[in-house]
């Protein structure tokens, strides 16, 4: 810390790059002190008026000091009264106190350190699901784009990483969007499974509030209730420790886990055909790709994006154990770590979400390139076709598929050997056994009979499946967005 009346240095201290490099102010600030702690008054406010209401011994005047005072958190006084108490949610129960005197009797009543900090934790967590789905729709939509675009565009397919049959531009992109959906699917779900652990006491038993109401079970059931709808959630946990189950963290990790291996998935593509020179992502004019070879052009969002998914993945690895070695009702070990993996998770994936979006909106495509790569490739895929030809002009199987046995070994070693291009097809018109069907050839090499239904199948699937799923975000898709990094 810095000494009285001195500027601390940031510079001289470690910041986590997830927030002074890359992240977005609504998600750092999601899962800052001044949210978190601005929650906790809240939820002291909520679990008054809902005391209050059900009849126990709380004024309107101290509601009021309540509420004038949520976002008058002095911090300085919060850390000093941690420092001595050692009990985080101590401290705040005095510094809010503090500016509160009349209310002070009666913060925190009945209640256990829990109920603010997990309840918070789940408040934070459906916030930061309702950031990062329009992010992720965002994102489908612009490859959406640059699928309809390129839906016709013959491009040559890969399986192994091997030359395979044909596709289109498009209908690859669909497969980035179908994996992409999913995840918009699975995260829905998350947010939406998500309960509040409402007002349960220390041990998940409420008696402390059964003791507060002098047994009167209906009204701590509907303490429970009234809470958890001014937290904005529909339901709350039926049984609980002094925490709710940290599995829950383990569903909520596993789908940002699971969205993280989708874009690294997609990115890598990108990166692989930006080798090929076939696509590559945007592009800045003053951009350097290398700071000893000029004339490179990195796919350093890609890369980014993959680096940070691989992150992302492992940080499910937190939560599946942290919930194996939760004894009885709780332990402690699990606090140090949520504090570290929940954010960081939700910040990673809002930032390769928002990499993504930059990537995707400028994704350049080089036609030449692809047509060049069909060429080289095509005459190979096309002798099924020659010899359907051959056999319905009169010739023979057997004969044929001899024949261009031979042809295509010969244009293979021209390939292979040679370092040369493709001459299949020159050698199959220059060989009087193929005459008959010489002037078919161009029609029979025709790039976009060999994509079977690939349009079609662009088409169908984005009016079908994609653009409904779009729909509860079609006011937040916004225009590009620019990366700071």
Not at 23 to 43: C, D, H, I, V
Not at 122 to 144: C, E, T
Not at 226 to 232: E, H, I, N, S
Not at 469 to 481: E, F, H, R, T, V
Request: hydrophobic share 40%.
């Amino acid at each position: 810390m810095a000494a009285p009346g001195e500027e601390e240095d940031v510079m001289a201290r470690y910041r986590s790059p997830l927030v002074s490099r890359y992240a977005s102010a609504e998600m750092a600030y999601n899962f800052s002190e001044r949210k978190k702690f601005g929650t906790w008054r809240r939820l002291w406010l909520y679990l008054a008026q809902a005391e209050k209401s059900l009849g126990l011994p709380i004024t309107d005047e101290q509601i009021r000091e309540m509420e004038a005072n949520l976002d008058n958190i002095d911090f300085k006084m919060a850390a000093e009264e941690e420092k001595k108490l050692r009990h985080d949610v101590m401290a705040h129960v005095h510094t809010f106190a503090h500016c509160c005197p009349k209310a002070a009797a009666i913060i925190h009543l009945g209640a256990t350190s829990c109920y603010v900090g997990d309840n918070t934790d789940l408040i934070v967590l459906r916030d930061g699901f309702n950031l990062l789905l329009p992010k992720l729709a965002r994102v489908i939509s612009r490859l959406v784009d640059f699928a309809e675009k390129y839906a016709d565009m013959p491009a040559l397919g890969f399986t192994h990483y091997q030359p395979a049959q044909l596709t289109t531009v498009g209908k690859r992109c669909c497969l980035w969007i179908q994996d992409l959906c999913m995840d918009l699917q699975n995260l829905e779900r998350a947010r939406d499974d998500l309960r509040f652990r409402g007002v349960k006491g220390t041990t998940g038993t409420q008696a402390s509030f059964l003791q507060l109401f002098e047994g009167d079970h209906s009204k701590v059931e509907e303490l429970d209730r009234l809470v958890t709808a001014k937290a904005g959630f529909k339901r709350a946990y039926m049984v609980t420790g002094q925490t709710y189950s940290r599995k829950v963290d383990i569903g909520v990790l596993a789908v940002l886990a699971s969205l993280g291996a989708s874009i690294h998935k997609i990115c890598t593509d990108i990166r692989l055909l930006a080798n090929l020179k076939e696509i590559e992502e945007p592009f800045e004019k003053d951009q350097i790709g290398s700071s000893a070879m000029p004339y490179k052009r990195n796919p350093m969002r890609s890369e980014r994006c993959c680096s940070l998914a691989r992150h992302l993945m492992t940080l499910v690895m937190d939560p599946l154990q942290t919930a194996a070695v939760q004894w009885f009702e709780r332990t402690l070990d699990d606090s140090a770590n949520r504090r570290v993996c929940l954010a960081e998770a939700f910040l990673t994936a809002d930032i390769i979400l928002s990499t993504l979006q930059n990537i995707s909106e400028g994704l350049v495509v080089y036609p030449k390139v692809i047509e060049r790569r069909i060429r080289q490739e095509l005459p190979f895929m096309a002798t099924e076709n020659i010899i359907m030809a051959m056999v319905k002009a009169g010739g023979n199987r057997q004969d044929c598929h001899e024949k261009i046995r031979v042809l295509s070994q010969q244009a293979a070693a021209v390939v292979k050997q040679e370092g040369g291009d493709n001459d299949f097809i020159a050698r199959v018109r220059a060989d009087p056994y193929f005459s008959p069907i010489h002037k078919q050839l161009e029609s029979l090499l025709d790039p976009s009979s060999f994509t079977g239904r690939a349009p079609q199948q662009v088409a169908k699937f984005l009016k079908e499946e994609v653009r409904p799923a779009l729909i509860p975000y079609q006011s937040k898709m916004g225009g590009k967005i620019e990366l700071a990094l």
